[in-house]
């Protein structure tokens, strides 16, 4: 055997032995790439399928946060209003009802202010004798005693602590030899807060006007208060009926609205024309918003369940039924129709030639053909605009309502009176017949104290038929009762009477019904179940690749072991060669 050749053992005599911690580390990674490297792979797709499933959540959580700001009535009951001139300015509510109406301002509130003589500076004195100043105010009366020398500071200063903030007084600096006087108005505008002043002396004696001219003594007055302005009530027509109001910011005559009267109008000026309608600004600003985030849900739906063919390569969902569900139950409802048959295609615009022929039709909704969804809101501001009870419809649904009601029978005589007849509980009081006159006018007495309590019962009264009967109507549809016993006498029946109501659901519903699924989607059901899954898989990936690389140690720690026994012999076994191949070497010198 030549030096340096490898036996049977595959170990190198007379050479470095090739059982060393390269061989092991070979094979080991030789082991590696068949036991570990494909549970390593699976964890690898495992946690890409895992940030996919967090990406998913957060996606679906986004989508279902707008669909849910979506459906809030707000959306909705946002209102605008406009008016035709400067003379007033209106600010409504949201949820008020939509309406037109007309105003002309005829007179404007104003408040009492009253203005003194003249005085050197703030602390001159106004009284050398002294009284008392009474200042009465509705069924209030402010009484202030005047000492002797008195100043103007002074008095402004008693009148502001003592008014509950229902009076001003102040010292006006007007310029002049003698510049400062004191003004004093009410905070509040109109009649019911007009001031009046009444002075005493140090007796206690009014000081009182000349019945003759109707002047003061001027020598006893404590202060001589001349009016600047009177106070007056504001005076408006509100489609054509005079409205009288103490203060030119009238907020209690429709619900919800508010009415600021600013100027006075001639005779001969148009009433101001208010309409209060509806601002579906907001509502095309959540359709944009709900359009971005169907479009970034659906493009990661396709990314995570698609097969790309030419690549091989495919989203970490693909085939899980689930997921492939997710998409097919948005696009369901999102596009679904309501109970009228009607859905987003139907927010729309024709397009038409010069001849007024529609040549196409522009859509505010448009899917590509890759599934992208476009929002244009132009169109959806022209169909708002052309017909925003068809928006509103289209969305929150409506209802047709059919008023509630009861006819009473003929009425034939009507004479003394009556006192026991109520609408919902409540008297409409005592109506005494006037002798002679007709059952219609008789009956329009009666009539007439039904309706007075409307606001109280939402009931009104009309006559029917030949005016001899009387007819009670709820137009919102709810439930009234007639009772007493006089209700006979008015030919009413006492019970109760109600109308119908027939809802029909708008899209929002349908938003309402993809919020609950996006809801359960994310809650105890299919994401819920993905996580866990995922979860499950991943710990026993996990442990399972852990015992591996525990057997895989053990078994290359053995290795080492017994590679180094075998170095040893190996090495005794080349020391008594390293002999034998001396002896060999020897005996072949003495041979030549």
């Given at each position: 055997m030549a030096v340096g050749t490898v036996n049977m053992l595959g170990v190198s005599l007379g050479g470095e032995s090739v059982l060393n911690a390269d061989l092991i580390d070979q094979l080991k990674e030789a082991d590696k790439s068949v036991m570990i490297k494909p549970i390593e792979d699976q964890l690898t797709k495992l946690y890409k399928k895992q940030e996919d499933q967090t990406k998913l959540t957060e996606y679906l959580s986004t989508f279902f946060d707008i669909v849910e700001e979506f459906s809030e009535d707000l959306t909705y009951m946002k209102r605008n209003v406009t008016v035709s001139g400067d003379a007033v300015s209106v600010t409504a509510n949201d949820g008020v009802d939509v309406q037109d109406f007309s105003i002309k301002?005829?007179?404007?509130?104003?408040?009492?202010?009253?203005?003194?003589?003249?005085?050197?500076?703030?602390?001159s004195v106004f009284s050398e004798t002294g009284g008392r100043l009474e200042i009465k105010q509705g069924s209030s009366t402010l009484s202030i005693d005047v000492h002797a020398g008195m100043t103007l500071s002074e008095l402004r200063d008693e009148i502001n602590n003592?008014?509950?903030?229902?009076?001003?007084?102040?010292?006006?600096?007007?310029?002049?030899d003698n510049p400062y006087s004191l003004v004093i108005r009410a905070n509040d505008s109109g009649t019911q807060n007009a001031l009046e002043f009444k002075q005493f002396d140090s007796s206690g004696n009014e000081i009182v006007t000349d019945p003759s001219d109707g002047s003061y003594d001027a020598d006893a007055l404590l202060i001589n208060l001349e009016s600047v302005q009177e106070a007056q009530d504001a005076k408006f027509l509100y489609n054509n009926i005079e409205i009288v109001r103490s203060s030119n910011s009238v907020d209690d005559l429709i619900s919800g609205v508010t009415i600021d009267l600013k100027k006075t109008m001639q005779d001969t000026e148009s009433p101001v024309q208010v309409s209060i309608g509806r601002d579906l600004s907001v509502l095309s600003e959540s359709l944009q918003k709900l359009t971005d985030a169907y479009n970034t849900l659906t493009k990661f739906l396709n990314d995570i369940t698609k097969y790309d063919s030419e690549t091989g390569e495919s989203g970490s969902f693909l085939g899980d039924?689930?997921?492939?569900?997710?998409?097919?139950?948005?696009n369901k409802i999102f596009f679904g129709e309501n109970e009228d048959r009607k859905s987003i295609a139907d927010i729309n615009r024709p397009v038409k030639n010069s001849k007024g022929e529609v040549t196409d039709v522009l859509y505010a909704f448009n899917l590509s053909e890759n599934g992208t969804l476009s929002f244009d809101q132009s169109v959806f501001d022209y169909a708002a605009g052309l017909d925003p009870d068809m928006i509103e419809r289209l969305f929150r649904g409506y209802s047709d309502v059919t008023p509630s009601y009861t006819v009473g029978s003929t009425v034939t005589t009507l004479s003394g009176e009556i006192s026991d007849l109520t609408i919902n509980g409540v008297s409409i009081g005592n109506v005494t017949f006037n002798a002679g006159a007709s059952?219609?006018?008789n009956l329009i007495l009666i009539l007439n104290a039904i309706n007075k309590i409307s606001a109280q019962t939402g009931v009104s009264a009309k006559l029917g038929g030949a005016g001899t009967s009387l007819i009670l109507t709820n137009a919102t549809g709810g439930e009234f009762t007639v009772g007493g016993s006089d209700a006979s006498v008015a030919g009413l029946k006492t019970?109760?009477?109600?109308?119908?109501?027939?809802?029909?659901?708008?899209?929002?519903?349908?938003?309402?019904?993809?919020?609950?699924?996006?809801?359960?989607?994310?809650?105890?059901?299919?994401?819920?179940?993905?996580?866990?899954?995922?979860?499950?898989?991943?710990?026993?990936l996990t442990e399972g690749l852990q015992k591996v690389l525990d057997r895989l140690n053990a078994k290359y720690d053995l290795m080492t072991t017994q590679f180094a026994s075998y170095n040893a012999i190996i090495s005794r076994y080349q020391s008594s060669f390293n002999s034998v191949q001396m002896l060999i070497d020897q005996a072949a010198a003495d041979k030549s």
């Amino acid at each position: 055997m030549a030096v340096g050749t490898v036996n049977m053992l595959g170990v190198s005599l007379g050479g470095e032995s090739v059982l060393n911690a390269d061989l092991i580390d070979q094979l080991k990674e030789a082991d590696k790439s068949v036991m570990i490297k494909p549970i390593e792979d699976q964890l690898t797709k495992l946690y890409k399928k895992q940030e996919d499933q967090t990406k998913l959540t957060e996606y679906l959580s986004t989508f279902f946060d707008i669909v849910e700001e979506f459906s809030e009535d707000l959306t909705y009951m946002k209102r605008n209003v406009t008016v035709s001139g400067d003379a007033v300015s209106v600010t409504a509510n949201d949820g008020v009802d939509v309406q037109d109406f007309s105003i002309k301002v005829t007179q404007l509130a104003q408040n009492t202010v009253m203005q003194s003589q003249k005085y050197e500076n703030q602390n001159s004195v106004f009284s050398e004798t002294g009284g008392r100043l009474e200042i009465k105010q509705g069924s209030s009366t402010l009484s202030i005693d005047v000492h002797a020398g008195m100043t103007l500071s002074e008095l402004r200063d008693e009148i502001n602590n003592r008014s509950d903030g229902k009076i001003t007084a102040s010292i006006l600096n007007t310029g002049g030899d003698n510049p400062y006087s004191l003004v004093i108005r009410a905070n509040d505008s109109g009649t019911q807060n007009a001031l009046e002043f009444k002075q005493f002396d140090s007796s206690g004696n009014e000081i009182v006007t000349d019945p003759s001219d109707g002047s003061y003594d001027a020598d006893a007055l404590l202060i001589n208060l001349e009016s600047v302005q009177e106070a007056q009530d504001a005076k408006f027509l509100y489609n054509n009926i005079e409205i009288v109001r103490s203060s030119n910011s009238v907020d209690d005559l429709i619900s919800g609205v508010t009415i600021d009267l600013k100027k006075t109008m001639q005779d001969t000026e148009s009433p101001v024309q208010v309409s209060i309608g509806r601002d579906l600004s907001v509502l095309s600003e959540s359709l944009q918003k709900l359009t971005d985030a169907y479009n970034t849900l659906t493009k990661f739906l396709n990314d995570i369940t698609k097969y790309d063919s030419e690549t091989g390569e495919s989203g970490s969902f693909l085939g899980d039924s689930r997921i492939n569900a997710i998409k097919s139950e948005i696009n369901k409802i999102f596009f679904g129709e309501n109970e009228d048959r009607k859905s987003i295609a139907d927010i729309n615009r024709p397009v038409k030639n010069s001849k007024g022929e529609v040549t196409d039709v522009l859509y505010a909704f448009n899917l590509s053909e890759n599934g992208t969804l476009s929002f244009d809101q132009s169109v959806f501001d022209y169909a708002a605009g052309l017909d925003p009870d068809m928006i509103e419809r289209l969305f929150r649904g409506y209802s047709d309502v059919t008023p509630s009601y009861t006819v009473g029978s003929t009425v034939t005589t009507l004479s003394g009176e009556i006192s026991d007849l109520t609408i919902n509980g409540v008297s409409i009081g005592n109506v005494t017949f006037n002798a002679g006159a007709s059952v219609s006018d008789n009956l329009i007495l009666i009539l007439n104290a039904i309706n007075k309590i409307s606001a109280q019962t939402g009931v009104s009264a009309k006559l029917g038929g030949a005016g001899t009967s009387l007819i009670l109507t709820n137009a919102t549809g709810g439930e009234f009762t007639v009772g007493g016993s006089d209700a006979s006498v008015a030919g009413l029946k006492t019970g109760s009477y109600k109308g119908t109501e027939s809802v029909r659901d708008g899209l929002f519903v349908n938003l309402d019904t993809l919020g609950e699924t996006i809801n359960g989607i994310l809650g105890e059901s299919t994401m819920k179940l993905v996580k866990d899954e995922l979860s499950v898989k991943e710990k026993n990936l996990t442990e399972g690749l852990q015992k591996v690389l525990d057997r895989l140690n053990a078994k290359y720690d053995l290795m080492t072991t017994q590679f180094a026994s075998y170095n040893a012999i190996i090495s005794r076994y080349q020391s008594s060669f390293n002999s034998v191949q001396m002896l060999i070497d020897q005996a072949a010198a003495d041979k030549s």
